[in-house]
């Protein structure tokens, strides 16, 4: 390890620095938890393509990809241009424009689930959104949620397993909180049966391609399922498509596993890189925040209605951005070039932990690829993990954090246990990411890190 890091820090000594600098400024020197890194984390000078390079001048291909918003990669030529557009027309119009429209009326043509809309600033956003709606369309107050999905930091998704689990995910969030708040383990059809049987639960939301976008997979049938005992118990059903929406089809994860939500939440590749997202669903229920909602014609900001507000919904740059960027996603083949490079990449790292006999396996699903490291993990039959144990990903903390030193000083930066890849990644990329993993397995196996 002590080389490693000592190369980690060699060649990334501007990053350390202004590492320094940002840790008087900011809790752990960040600006979102994924960000922060031991010792320091790296500073991005610039990006484009695939590809992003730090302050240090180190080449990275990157399979963070502004985390997941990124299926075009960094600065597609139209939306750089369509952004340069609509800036010059003005950034705020504090009211209604023209491009916002068009981003609602392309979500809608896309989204098979989409009756009607509302934009909302984030993903945490969209998902507290969706849940008020959902609690205000049914009457009733608890929620469902699948262990280990995530649906942003918000104080109703902030949960814990069980009553008598002692750690909840975030310190500070009323008690109450957790109690309108059910969390049921993914896969186990029994227990969410059993739970909706009460007739008391106004909503499931889930991740569908099972937690932190399929790093934990659900089995085949299990979403299908849901949407059956959700119908049957006058439930909503919420796909939380923040990441899969426009990227595991021009539809997202509901096109492609060819399943209705009555709700889903959006952001990220929604609005091209910039900050936006939507709730699209069943109009009868986006239809509780019309402002005479409960039939009177009182405007009212408070009664009988949801109630939403937010001053960066569909600002104008984001929107411009969206709209160019979901257009493209419709008119080209970007997500099935994406889920090609993926498929590639994954073989290529199974067929180097096979020929270096490295223990571990790599999975995609999609456009997003995971991989098992330090233990015997199955390889999957074609890349969609598909063994009957759940994958662990790299239960060694030290081996994770080792490997991701190594992988940057070898110029590839990863998202968790794997990453996201855009339409740009081509065979280069690829290449270049085998070789860095190649080279990393060496420096690992030298510092007696991996078996
Ligand atoms: C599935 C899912 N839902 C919600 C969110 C929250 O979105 P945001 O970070 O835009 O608030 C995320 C963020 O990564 C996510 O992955």
């Given at each position: 390890m002590a080389n490693i890091l000592a190369n980690f820090e060699l060649l990334h000594s501007s990053s350390k620095k202004l590492a320094a600098e940002a840790s008087s400024v900011f809790p752990?020197?960040?600006?979102?938890?994924?960000?922060?890194?031991?010792?320091?984390?790296?500073?991005?000078?610039?990006?484009?393509?695939p590809r992003k390079w730090d302050v240090d001048g180190n080449e990275i291909v990157d399979y963070i990809g502004g985390h997941g918003s990124l299926l075009l990669g960094h600065n597609r030529p139209e939306v750089i241009e369509n952004v340069k557009n609509a800036l010059l027309r003005g950034t705020h119009f504090g009211s209604s424009h023209d491009l916002e429209i068009a981003w609602g009326q392309q979500v809608l043509k896309m989204v098979p689930c989409g009756e009607k809309l509302r934009f909302t600033s984030s993903g945490t956003e969209a998902t507290m959104m969706?849940?008020?709606?959902?609690?205000?369309?049914t009457g009733r107050e608890k929620v469902v949620k699948l262990s280990d999905?995530?649906?942003g930091w918000h104080d109703i998704v902030v949960g814990k397993l069980s009553n008598d689990e002692s750690q909840p995910q975030s310190l500070g969030v009323p008690d109450s909180f957790y109690e309108s708040l059910i969390i049921v383990k993914p896969n186990d059809i029994g227990s969410l049966s059993d739970v909706l049987a009460n007739n008391e639960i106004a909503a499931v939301i889930l991740e569908p391609t099972g937690a932190h976008w399929g790093e934990i997979p659900?089995?085949?049938?299990?979403?299908?399922?849901?949407?059956?005992?959700?119908?049957?118990?006058?439930?909503?059903?919420i796909m939380d498509e923040v990441i899969t929406g426009f990227r595991m089809a021009p539809g997202g994860a509901q096109e492609y596993y060819n399943i209705l939500p009555d709700l889903s939440t959006h952001a990220k590749i929604i609005a091209g890189g910039l900050p936006g997202g939507c709730v699209t669903g069943r109009e009868e229920i986006i239809n509780i925040l019309e402002m005479n909602a409960g039939g009177s014609n009182h405007h009212s900001q408070q009664q009988d209605r949801v109630a939403h507000q937010g001053t960066?919904?569909?600002n104008p740059i984001s929107a411009a951005a969206g709209l160019t960027a979901l257009k493209i996603i419709s008119t080209e083949n970007v997500t099935e070039q994406a889920n090609l490079t993926t498929k590639k990449l994954v073989n290529g790292l199974n067929n180097i932990f096979r020929e270096l006999s490295v223990p571990g396996s790599a999975w995609g699903m999609s456009s997003m690829w995971?991989?098992?490291?330090?233990?015997?993990?199955?390889?999957?039959?074609?890349?969609e993990w598909d063994a009957r144990e759940a994958p662990r990903g790299v239960p060694d903390k030290k081996l994770m954090q080792a490997l991701r030193w190594s992988l940057f000083n070898h110029g590839?930066?990863?998202?968790?246990?794997?990453?996201m890849v855009s339409a740009t990644h081509g065979d280069k990329e690829i290449d270049d990411t085998l070789t860095g993993f190649t080279n990393a397995i060496a420096d690992l196996r030298s510092e007696k890190l991996l078996a």
């Open positions: 752990s020197g960040v600006t979102h938890d994924a960000r922060a890194f031991e010792p320091f984390p790296i500073y991005v000078e610039k990006a484009q393509g969706a849940l008020r709606l959902a609690r205000a369309y999905h995530f649906h659900l089995d085949s049938g299990y979403l299908q399922k849901v949407r059956e005992l959700t119908k049957k118990n006058n439930t909503l059903m960066y919904n569909a995971h991989f098992n490291l330090g233990y015997e993990a199955p390889f999957p039959n074609n890349i590839v930066d990863l998202m968790s246990h794997g990453g």
